[in-house]
């Protein structure tokens, strides 16, 4: 079945930096790629997601990019704020259907 | 926007009881839900996906018999925790999908966090 890895568990930025979370799967059928953002006791929201037919996509100050040879995502945040301090996780599915999560990235933006 | 909502938001049961989760749509039709399982600090575990007027599919090593899932219409799931005990307390997530728009999106409701004595 589908395996996801997500890399880094946490990460600390400085407010204004830069924040790269990486993420690989392991079924090359998985053609669907979301990106949640969750915040203590609250449900994850849905934050950007790629299909597997594009290589790029930027939403402001988030972007997301697939290598489906090398079966990675990334999430990419630019100047980053306080605000975007959250438990961040990738997630893999094949037409939307089951989807396997990765074990998530806890994200610090200090002021 | 899509809205899913779960009820009840906290629950808290003696050991041996049943609890029962409803997932709603409330502004979608949603011929498949999905269950997951979220303990503190970890992610999103897969349970079972609940279909509309059918069997709902168990994820493996989710005990079907335990774990009780009811999709009666397009807009309600439930999830029924039977006998439960204190290591099924948990944070109980559903989400949805809304059908026939080619949307590959989930929708999660805000979870139920289940306390089992």
């Known amino acids: 079945g589908e395996n996801v890895e997500q890399h880094p568990s946490t990460l600390s930025v400085q407010e204004g930096d830069s924040a790269v979370i990486k993420c690989t799967y392991s079924d090359s059928a998985s053609n669907y790629f979301p990106w949640y953002k969750q915040e203590l006791g609250k449900r994850p929201q849905l934050i950007i997601d790629i299909r597997s037919n594009v290589g790029e996509k930027k939403d402001q100050r988030i972007a997301v990019t697939l290598n489906k040879t090398a079966k990675h995502f990334s999430l990419h945040i630019t100047e980053t704020q306080p605000e975007d301090s959250a438990v961040y996780f990738c997630a893999a599915s094949t037409g939307g259907f089951k989807t396997i999560f990765g074990a998530g990235t806890r994200l610090f933006v200090k002021a | ?117």
């Open chain 2, 1 to 117: 926007g899509a809205v899913v909502s779960q009820h009840p938001s906290r629950v808290i049961c003696k050991s041996g009881t049943s609890v029962k989760i409803e997932c709603r749509s409330l502004d979608f039709q949603a011929t498949t839900m999905f269950w997951y399982r979220q303990f503190p600090k970890q992610s999103l575990m897969l349970m079972a996906t609940s279909n509309e007027g059918s069997k709902a599919t168990y994820e493996q090593g989710v005990e079907k018999d335990k774990f009780l899932i009811n999709h009666a219409s397009l807009t309600l799931s439930t999830l029924t925790v039977t006998s439960a005990h204190p290591e099924d307390s948990s944070f109980y997530i559903c989400s949805a999908r809304e059908t026939g728009t080619g949307g590959l999106e989930q929708y999660f409701g805000p979870g139920t966090r289940l306390t089992v004595t």
